[in-house]
């Protein structure tokens, strides 16, 4: 499966973005969904994961309440809501799937990555 990133862009503190990630050649709704983050010189960060079904997320704890993952599995499309955006919520972020359920936290539970998209948020 080939998955395509997009969304990212410039933002002040506090705006909104909505970043998606599509897939192409495999449904998507066969697999968990993950989105990791990351900054030059750290580690790629888990950051949201939905399950198949889309009935449960998980989120780590500094975007809990402010991200909410969905996905339109009828459009082959994973989303990830980010509001109240922070200066330290800039990163490329990545999208991430696998078949393995319940999704993973580590990059190396996920088997297919997006491109990524940079998110930008000024203070």
């Known amino acids: 499966v080939q998955l395509q990133a997009s969304g990212g862009g410039l933002v002040q503190t506090g705006d909104s973005l909505r970043l998606s990630c599509a897939a192409s050649?495999?449904?998507?709704?066969?697999?968990?969904v993950a989105w990791f983050r990351q900054v030059p010189g750290k580690e790629r960060e888990f950051v949201a994961a939905?399950?198949?079904?889309?009935?449960?997320?998980y989120y780590t704890d500094s975007v809990q309440g402010r991200f909410t993952m969905s996905r339109d599995n009828a459009k082959n499309t994973v989303y990830l809501q980010m509001n109240s955006l922070k200066f330290e919520d800039t990163a490329v972020y990545y999208c991430?799937?696998?078949?393995?359920?319940?999704?993973?936290?580590?990059?190396?539970?996920?088997?297919?990555w997006g491109q990524g998209t940079l998110v930008t948020v000024s203070s």
């Open positions: 991430a799937a696998d078949r393995s359920e319940p999704p993973g936290l580590g990059t190396y539970d996920y088997s297919y």
């Open positions: 939905i399950i198949r079904g889309g009935y449960k997320t």
């Open positions: 050649g495999r449904t998507l709704s066969s697999r968990a």
